[in-house]
């Protein structure tokens, strides 16, 4: 091969590199490796290099096979969330200084992405209710787990009572990574009521509890106050722990931190990032001042240069795996930068006035889909209070219902047999989301094709 | 005429003879100052019109928000300005070399992003009926597909989001199998001392002590230190390959016999795959497990500090450990093995260690990249990595101290160290100078056992030119600061800032803004 296109060396090059080099061939180059691990060409059975057409091609064929989100009526939610993205956050978070820039560990030549962090982290914590906020973290499960591990660090206790509201994934995060810290986990299934299980939660916390991991909005769409189960909590000086999947609620519900909890954590997807079938996305991370050193991640902080100028660091870092090594908070070395500066640029875009705005439209429409799909004979709508998702009971198993509807091109929303294989008692359960994507129209086909499918069934 | 030949030239009232005059905004022309978004937004500004009308409905008990958030709002042109302004005090690939030793700053094909963002990858639900997502499915077969073959692995788990996460994902299935076979006593790992920091973290993490194991003088593991403290404690080792000294471990396969001899597993560390992707395979040494970093060998971009994407490969006796989900062909389509279907041909799998599937985004744009170069072209990769990187080396080897050029050829990385600079010079002012000529300075103090290390990788997607004029830049820096140029103690002059105290950020961290009118 002569010349591939991301490859800039001639074989002319390549020659008077050797000879400066002293190497006969690119061989001598790998008389380290051992002979009998030496591959003398190109691995059998895979392809060669192919044009940029021809690549182009093959993605695309494969991208065709999937049903795009925005092509049919779209009502997924539960974890990842559709909302509209302004055309300029992809446009500026593709500007090749964020793009393919690294880690600001040099930070005279990256204050550009310091200062997003910096700004970012001011309105993360605002958004959450909290003193303070890192600069992100991998996704809203592990920085779950993280909490969780940070509140265990706090209280040196190790029983964490997670509610049965919380995301599924999320607790199965949490319990791979107990088996191995000896953690304990209280977890539950959730039941099909209005009612979230906070008063069961509170009567549980007891002396040896580190934390109480609450989702809001929960699983299932529902809201409670939680001022008396951070209460309870600190009662027993045990901290709260909330996490938020749908940052955009935050926009028209009290923040966690308003309401005592000690961390807050989230899904920051739905700001900026888009669905990308799960990832990447980017984890919010806030809490009181008083645990910053035993939060793990990455914090950019405000300094002076030797000019006197304002300019950002990364710092604290001495609790971080690079400086402290085994005795580290975690051993997380990244951060999710680029869908951090998408979350904070969609953010700036909205400002208090246009998340409050889309959060009020978001809700106006999950209500005005509830009411018509609680109308569908057979459906009941489980939900007294939601933001921008609720759950059904269809009165028979919603599953096979979801692909069905599926088939017709509609998304209906997310089975909790899917979330929940095996419980029975929670198989009639859908949970729809309902966002400022979302139209009248669609409500409408959702509600018939859901009238008929039911139909269908009974008869 | 319209020339003026008076002699007359502006002048600002400060400027003095040979000092450069200060600006009323602070700005130097293209350099511009930025302020933050909470000194130029406000509550009541937005750049997103939603449609009109009223937004009635209350159905969220009484927990609406009463007091105000604090977020301020920007204009669409204002913040596209701010974030413009912003990204030009960023150094970039794009910009220029960018040789961050152990980092793999290579160039980010635009095809990657051009092809993540179609929507049928890009709008699509991680739990959308499976049926409806096949094509998503068969992205990630395919891609695992080119990194188990690669590798010469047997398995491959996708989801850990990142190369620390790949790491954990490793050791959680070492553990797990140790524990299959009640041996969870095994509660050592080693790892040598020139390791990336997240080797230890991990460890600990998983409830194993870790154990140093020493370097010899050529930069590579010792391999009898190693093998002595084998024993029947030991669950096994993380050992980088290249190592961080960027030298190939002759001794891998060895080492791997004698652990696996001796009940144990070995974790290879892939953050230097770069280097012999299609020259070796780390399954011909023995590896049992090893992290991929999508965002280093396969060109995923780093994006100013992630997201990263680390799958990680897995040999056949750690397979059964994989963790979940994952993707199974089945006659014409793909399924997802998740905790419901695991049971019956999964059942060891150590669980879940994300939402959903991993990072897809960067699935795509590794997979458009793979694709793009082919196994031959891979193959090329390696060969020009390793084969710049020695340029490198022995263009500079007799300007700057390099303790292993008498080790052999280095591989895609070369390492120096401070000795020979001027009394009270040290490798961050060489650093800091590189950035006054244009350049992103190389990783400095690490690997530790060198001593003022400066790890420069160049990457194959570096022309000779560029290689040229980094060489250039770097041994007239060196010159200068062996010569004990007092100027390069207070570099960078010509950044968008001088050096910050990092000093006081740590001492009182000022990590969210307030405002000081208030």
Redesign the interface.
Known sequence: MERMRYLPLTSSDRAEMLSVIGAGSVDDLFVDVPESARLSGPIAGLPDHASELAVERHMTALARKNTVAGDVPFFLGCGAYRHHVPASVDHLIQRGEFLTAYTPYQPEIAQGTLQMLFEFQTQVARLLGTDVANASMYDGSTACWEAIGMARRITKKSKAILSSGLHPHYVSVAKTMAKYTGDTLETGTPVLTAETDIDQMIAAIDGDTSCVVVQYPDILGRIADLTPLAEACHAKKALLIAVVTEPVALGAIRAPGEMDADIVVGEGQSLGVGLQFGGPYVGLMGCKDKYIRQMPGRFCGETVDADGKRGFVLTLSTREQHIRREKATSNICTNSGLCALAFSIHMTLLGEAGLRRMAGINHANACRAADRLAKVPGVKLVNDVFFNEFTLDLGREARPIVRTLAERGVLAGVSLGRLYPGEDALANGLVVAVTETVTAEDIETLAKALAEVLGEVLA | MTINQSGWKPTSPEAKDGEVPATFTGNRALMLE?K???EI????????D??EG?????????????????????S?PE??R???R??????????GL?P?GS?T?K???R?N?????????????????V??????L??IH?LAH?LV??TGMTSVAMSP?????G??CGI?AI?AALEKRGEGHRKVILVPESA???N????????FS?EDIPATADGRVDTAALKARLGPDVAGVMITNPNTCG??E?DL?DISDAVHAAGGYVYCDGANFNA?V????PG??GVDAMHINLHKTF?T?????????GPVVFSEALTPFA?LPFVEKTGEGFRLVE??NADDHHADS?????????????F?RA??YI???????????A??A???A??V???LENTLDAPFAKS??CMHEAIFSDEGLAEGFSTIDV??AL?DEGF??MTMY?PLVVHGAMLVEPT?????A?LDQFIGALRSVAERAKAGDASLK?A?HF????????T???RK?????KDKAA
């Not at chain 2, 937004?41 to 997103?48: I, N």
């Not at chain 2, 049926?131 to 998503?136: L, R, S, Y």
């Open positions: 930025e933050l978004i909470f937004g406000d509550d009541k500004t937005t750049g997103v939603f449609a009223d937004v009635a409905g209350s159905r969220l008990g009484d927990l609406s928000r009463k007091d105000p958030i604090g977020l301020p709002g920007l669409e913040t596209v701010h974030y413009t912003l990204s030009r005090q960023n150094y970039a690939i794009d910009l960018f961050l980092c700053m160039h980010n094909p095809l992003e051009k092809m993540a963002r179609l929507p049928g990858f890009s709008d699509v639900h991680p739990l959308a009926p049926d409806t997502v096949q094509g998503a068969e992205v395919q080119w073959t690669l989001k990142a190369g620390a996460h790491e954990l959680l553990k990336h920091g997240t230890p973290a991990t460890a600990a993490f998983a409830g870790v030298l190939f002759r396969k012999i299609g020259r070796v395979r011909d040494l060109s971009p780093h994006g100013g500090g992630g997201p990263g994407s963790p905790e419901e150590f669980g879940r260690m994300v939402a959903f599937h991993g990072q897809m985004g960067m795509t997979l458009t694709l793009s170069h082919g196994a031959d072209g891979l193959r090329q990769v060969e020009d390793v084969l710049n020695n340029y080396l022995r263009s052999g050829p650093a800091k950035i992103h300075p690490f194959e997607t570096e022309s000779k560029a207070t960078p950044a968008p800032r001088a050096r910050l105290d990092e006081l950020a740590a961290p000022v990590l969210v803004w």
